[in-house]
């Protein structure tokens, strides 16, 4: 079997430069090589190429043709590795390639579609995939490289530690009651734990372990009745607003809270949870830039009305 030809990227530059400059001593110049060295790796190239490449003339050379056929296709070549460069040299200056980003279901009611916004209006040419999941899952997956960068929580049940990934604490927030309109207890500014001992809770705590609500209850002096299994945020609001029980929604999701309910601060007993950042051991720098901003985006959310959300 006749052996295929591989032309180094190096030759094909050397080759280029002769052709552009329509000189050995000249592309020496330009390459910073000596004319004998481009004499000699032009003369190998040929014999790789099977043939002449430049005619050698009285002052300089010039393509043969097959030397310009040849020529074509390097040009193809060096280009578009002069194009991966710059795709590369973007993706790790941040601002070209995708960004796979997980957040957590209450991030994404505003927190997360807030820094995206700004970040996309920043570095335009930054692909976002946004993708949605449990705390746990987003860290599993970004251990297993499928996420550049994750916004996540220890509600309800805490964080697995992970050494691989990179946890910078965002805001810790309250954890407000949400009642139906017509509760006993809407009308209050804040709501004593203990008045609520009797209901019963909507929630869909992970199987084992301590949740915060069990846990903030506890201080209180009792045990939360059985609860109603409930995972998705827009269940949980029906539940609630059918009379059904009443459910912890954190300050973060309370622009998604339907007009028919009401929010209520707990307090002194609140429970409180911490919403963090995680990257992995080596973060893309366009990572690095969603981090800054969700910072920034944070305490604009952090400042929106919410003790008073359904009035």
């Not at 916004?117 to 997956?141: K, N, Q, T, W």
Request: charged residues 20%; contains cysteine; glycine residues 10%.
């Amino acid at each position: 079997m006749r052996r295929r030809n591989v032309f180094d990227t190096d030759a094909l530059r050397l080759l280029d430069a002769v052709a552009a400059t329509g000189s050995f001593t000249a592309a020496a110049a330009r390459l910073n090589y000596t004319q004998s060295a481009v004499s000699r790796r032009i003369a190998a190239l040929e014999t790789q190429a099977g043939g002449p490449l430049f005619d050698r003339l009285a002052r300089g050379v010039r393509l043969t043709p097959a030397g310009q056929a040849l020529h074509h296709h390097a040009r193809v070549v060096l280009n578009r590795l002069a194009r991966a460069e710059e795709e590369l040299a973007g993706i790790h200056g941040g601002h070209r390639g995708t960004l796979r980003v997980g957040a957590f279901a209450t991030a994404n009611v505003a927190l997360v579609p807030g820094a995206l916004r700004a970040f996309a209006d920043r570095f335009p040419d930054v692909a976002l995939m946004p993708v949605e999941g449990p705390s746990g899952g987003l860290l599993r997956r970004m251990r297993e490289g499928e996420l550049d960068v994750a916004v996540v929580s220890d509600y309800p049940a805490g964080l697995p530690y992970d050494e691989d990934v990179e946890l910078t604490g965002l805001v810790e927030e309250e954890l407000l009651v949400a009642l139906p309109r017509g509760h006993r207890l809407a009308g209050l500014e804040v709501v004593d734990l203990r008045e609520l001992r009797e209901e019963t809770w909507i929630e869909a705590p992970p199987p084992g372990g301590t949740t915060l609500l069990a846990q903030a209850c506890a201080r209180a002096g009792f045990a939360p009745r059985a609860t109603v299994r409930i995972a998705e945020w827009t269940g949980k609001f029906g539940y609630v607003a059918a009379g059904l029980g009443v459910t912890l929604v954190p300050a973060l999701a309370a622009p998604a809270v339907p007009a028919g309910l009401v929010l209520r601060s707990l307090g002194g007993s609140a429970p409180r949870r911490t919403v963090s950042t995680a990257l992995p051991r080596t973060p893309l720098p366009a990572a690095r830039a969603l981090v800054r901003l969700l910072t920034e985006t944070v305490e604009t959310v952090g400042r929106q009305p919410h003790a008073s959300a359904g009035q």
